[in-house]
């Protein structure tokens, strides 16, 4: 029963650990129900490559439809989404330790070695514009791991995830 508790636990953390993190910023004197339909911002430049691009397209595209938004050229919203990628250390060590003492004295050293290869993660943020006032009213910021060699089933969900939790956020609630 104790093994089961802590293996529970363990579960819980390592996917608290790959779940996207996202922090939202936007205008308050917005009325952000005045807006019903979005365009993709011409001059994209997201900074993946063509593929992840379309997944991250095709990801936007349809949480922006279940959130009732229609795609237009004559929108009210303009969407902007840029990326970000670094690597992070992992923390994954092996200890070692030396010690020694004789009476009342004792001495240790330690240390710790890596293992394993940097984490990847990639910070994605995306803007609303207002295409009237051309005037940013929404951003989400999302930190997430990053799976280059991942499948393109895997990276579509990966993509599918960060856009969900970017437009949980969307409309602010106050």
């Known amino acids: 029963m104790k093994i089961l508790k802590i293996s529970t636990l363990l579960l819980l953390f390592m ?100 293992i394993g290869k940097m984490d990847t993660y990639m910070k994605l943020t995306f803007d609303f514009i207002d295409i009237e006032k051309d005037a940013l009213v929404w951003q989400a910021v999302v930190e997430s791991s990053f799976d280059a060699n991942a499948d393109p089933e895997k990276r579509q969900k990966t993509f599918d995830k960060i856009v969900e939790k970017a437009l949980e956020g969307y409309p602010p609630q106050e």
């Open 15 to 114: 996917a608290a650990c790959n779940t996207p993190r996202a922090v939202y910023d936007y205008d308050q004197t917005v009325q952000f129900d005045q807006y019903n339909s979005y365009s993709i911002y011409s001059d994209l430049q997201t900074g993946l490559n063509q593929l992840d691009q379309g997944r991250l397209l095709n990801a936007v595209n349809s949480k922006m439809q279940e959130k009732g938004f229609s795609r237009s050229e004559t929108a009210g919203l303009q969407v902007n989404v840029y990326t970000q990628e670094y690597e992070r250390d992992n923390r994954s060590r092996v200890g070692l330790g030396l010690g020694g003492g004789g009476g009342n004295v004792g001495v240790g050293v330690s240390g710790g070695i890596p």
